[in-house]
């Protein structure tokens, strides 16, 4: 996800209680390595979720560049549940499936990747960034029997202050973030970002979600 995106939102990252960029990526770097010991045995402790603003919001470009292309991973049935139940065997196939895509997709900008800006697609030559890590994500999750409108496409502001995509796993015990920054999955509270818009409950609309800040905290791990 690129600049495009971040000018067409006009996201002015500010952080709260005056935590500068310095101090919030030396945070997470901490918060990381500690988040690295999480295993798929431990489940994790309630979370909370996003509230999101009642207001529909357009999708961003890259999305809406793939539903017109793959219009099929885009349909959402209103009849899934939109949270799942957080068993320990959802955990373990969540923390697999989020180390397993990780590992296997060696990241690349969209301009390198494609020559272009912001286009979201399958990382099926191995390359890819940010959004194309979650939606491979997503799409491995759904054939392991999640529901596609519990896992939803969230644009998020980073650490650095810029535009990154996650996907968000909305739960019983929470609202949970899969990234391709680290193999942990976090609480949304406890990965730092700030969170501007994700899917909506049909998928083709999505959802404001008020530049929500997530603190980083240094019990992200468990």
């Known amino acids: ?23 919030l990526a030396l945070t ?5 390595g500690r988040s690295e010991a999480q295993t ?7 979370s909370s979720a996003v509230t999101p603003r009642s207001d529909a919001v357009t999708p961003v470009p890259g999305w809406t560049y793939f539903c ?23 955990w373990r196939t ?10 296997m ?11 272009g800006p912001d286009r979201w697609d399958f990382a099926e030559d191995g390359y890819g960034d940010c959004e194309d890590y979650q939606l491979v994500k997503r799409q491995r999750l759904v054939s392991a029997g999640f529901p596609r409108r ?8 980073d650490e650095d202050g810029a535009p990154h995509a996650v996907m968000m796993v909305r739960t019983d015990r929470g609202d949970f973030i899969l990234d391709n920054k680290r193999n942990a999955i ?8 700030i969170y501007l818009q994700r899917e909506g409950d049909t998928g083709s609309t999505w959802v404001s979600l008020g530049e929500a800040f997530a603190a980083p905290v240094a019990t992200a791990g468990r």
């Open 94 to 103: 969540l923390a697999r499936v989020n180390h397993q895509v990780n590992a």
């Open 40 to 46: 798929a045995a431990v489940m994790p402790s309630r």
């Open 1 to 23: 996800m690129q600049q495009p995106f971040l000018r067409r939102l006009s996201a002015r990252p500010v952080y709260k209680n005056g935590l500068g960029l310095t101090t």
């Open 186 to 193: 976090l609480p949304w509270r406890k990965t730092g970002y």
């Open 150 to 157: 519990a896992l939803r496409m969230t644009a998020v502001i």
């Open 28 to 32: 997470l770097i901490l918060v990381s």
């Open 105 to 115: 997709i060696r990241p690349m900008t969209d301009e390198e990747h494609w020559g």
């Open 68 to 90: 017109r292309h793959r219009p099929e991973e885009c349909a959402v049935d209103p009849s899934e549940p939109s949270t799942i139940a957080l068993t320990p065997q959802a």
